[in-house]
RNA sequence: GCGCCCGUAGCUCAGUGGAUAGAGCGUCAGGUUGCGGACCUGAAGGUCGUGGGUUCGAGUCCCGCCGGGCGCGCCA
């Protein structure tokens, strides 16, 4: 498309841009009107300014240029046509034909629009890399790899996880699943807090438990608590005593059980993490100390009241934020700029932080502080989710870990299920308040779109079965084969092809509602074409052998779409 | 009061400045002597909260207003 703009301005067919003017950037979309095409591109129409010429009229030179181009290329696509047809063994391998020109006709349309339809070939050769190699397909190599840090969750192990921290640990995986389609590196990461008060509070809670007196108002009152007094070995409690601070003690053994069972809790789900990194590390390990001396050097510093400041004022906040308390602890900002240090020193190029939108407060102070230490504050992304309303009968379910009173992820899964969530979650943008209601979902799980694309895919999966009992197997040849011509597949074959792109959105957006529209478009088509093209069928072998190598290729596409969403792709259900 | 997010069909939600604003559910009316009816076809349903502005073109960008959520600690 570039290409032709350009001749058609050395031609001398359009004037050029003037100079000191931006050049439009070309861009090529989907039609959302078949009768518009495969693609389209509002070039002509963004010229039109700059040009001081008619749109229609740039669009016609554009148009014959991109049509030259096409008649050029299918001279040249004789011989390779030719040779093919003197014995299909012998042709190229799949998909790694001749470099064919991928277009096949060109049309102006008004305003200024330049429709584009794609080539029969171009579509084959597609299908017939989708069968060769399966397991890439939908994977697509980043102009620009990067290793990217995720971190999400991060809920402190005093309570199992409940349904409020779903959301997050969802949005963080599937950021994370299309990141690596993408050809990106990713690190899944969780922060836990190991040291601070609400430990000794649930040792505290654990213990009262235990010895049978009563729970302290602000401890922890959940069942879970009465679930770890009764597992708490005598040893860990004849040690705690004797360690003089035996609410600590316990609160540590505490925390850790609660943050395994986390673990336990999130791998149902199908997240898991790379990296469990705890608070505590980071001032053993001395980030926070290099931190403040990193901000220090560079003036960012100031004690006031006896406290230590960071000037996040200085780069655009409210006001500016305390590191060190005047006890000479430090705040949770100061352990968030020591673990700044400690992820770049690991060379991540990317930072994204998952946090609920209540935390959208301390947003400026962490990348700003990022900036003070030298790095690079466009690498530093905070990614709000926005809350998750949750309701039961028409009643908002109130949380509280501290009161005991939530439902945990674990209820969610036995209730719901693990694919039907992440399809909930998946298919909405992480930025936008939903509500969740629960017996509602539970009522609605048999109508869940998920399910309407999980048939899709085990019905291709017994045809294929049937298939195999009449002999009949998906062709290898596609190109070339006249599967296209007419009807059905065509229409089937334009969905397949486009989940590449879909995933490159999605990575581009860090969001996955795009992936769910798509994988319901395609069981959409695939269910049509079902109807209107009977695949098996024994009097017609040529014939059945093409269309179940196109039936194949949807279902590799499907269930590679849902595998990015982490949910299942059932051979029968 | 200041800042951030949100407002799209009866409900739940999509909609990178482009062509007639979409999907699922719900409602109504239809469909299979054939490969899985958890399917298919069609219909009804919208002043995109509201008023201006920018643009060839605005649900999308800018400003005001209305309504809802969240935040404004030497808490985490």
Known sequence: MERAWHRAVASGALPAIPAGTEPPAVEVERPADPAHGDLASNLALRLARPCRRAPLEIAAAIAAELAREIKAARVSEQEPEQDSAQGPEQGPEPGSGPAVNPLAAVEVAPPGFLNLRLADAALEATLERILAEPASWGRVAAAEPRHVNVEFVSANPTGPLHIGNARGAFVGDLLCRVLEAAGHRTTREYYFNDFGAQVRNLGASVLAVRTG????????????????????????????????????????????????????????????????????????????????????????????????????????????????????????????????????????????????????????????????????????????????????????????????????????????????????????????????????????????PVYYVQYAHARIASILRKAAEADLGPAGRLVGSGLLTGGPEATLARAVVRLPEVVEDAAAAGETQGLTAYATELATTFHAFYRDARVVDPAEPDRSRLRLALVEAARITLANALGLLGISAPASM
């Open 213 to 448: 007196a009563p729970v302290p108002d602000d401890g922890y009152h959940g069942d879970y608590v009465a679930e770890l007094a009764g597992g708490l070995p005598g040893d860990v409690l004849e040690a705690a005593d004797a360690a003089g601070d035996p609410a600590w003690a316990v609160g540590v053994w505490a925390s850790e059980r609660v943050r395994a069972g986390i673990e336990a809790s999130l791998a149902r789900l199908g997240v898991r993490f790379d990296v469990w990194k705890s608070e505590g590390s980071l001032y053993r390990e001395g980030w926070v100390e290099q931190a403040v001396e990193r901000l220090a050097a560079a003036g960012q510093l100031y004690d006031q009241d006896g406290a230590l400041w960071f000037r996040s004022a200085a780069f655009g906040d409210d006001k500016d934020r305390v590191v060190r308390k005047s006890n000479g602890d430090f705040t949770y900002f100061g352990s968030d700029i020591g673990y700044l240090v400690e992820k770049f020193s690991r060379g991540f190029d990317r930072l994204v932080y998952i946090w609920g939108a209540d935390h959208h407060g301390t947003v400026a102070r962490l990348r700003n502080a990022a900036e003070a230490m030298g790095f690079s504050k466009a690498a530093v992304e905070v990614l709000l989710v926005a809350w998750v309303r949750f309701v039961r009968e028409g009643h908002e379910v109130s949380m509280s870990k501290r009161a005991g009173e939530f439902i945990t992820l674990d209820d969610l899964l036995s209730e719901i299920g693990a694919d039907p969530a992440r399809w909930f979650f998946g298919s909405r943008g992480p930025s936008s308040a939903i509500d969740f209601d629960i017996e509602l979902a539970k009522k609605q799980s048999n109508e869940n």
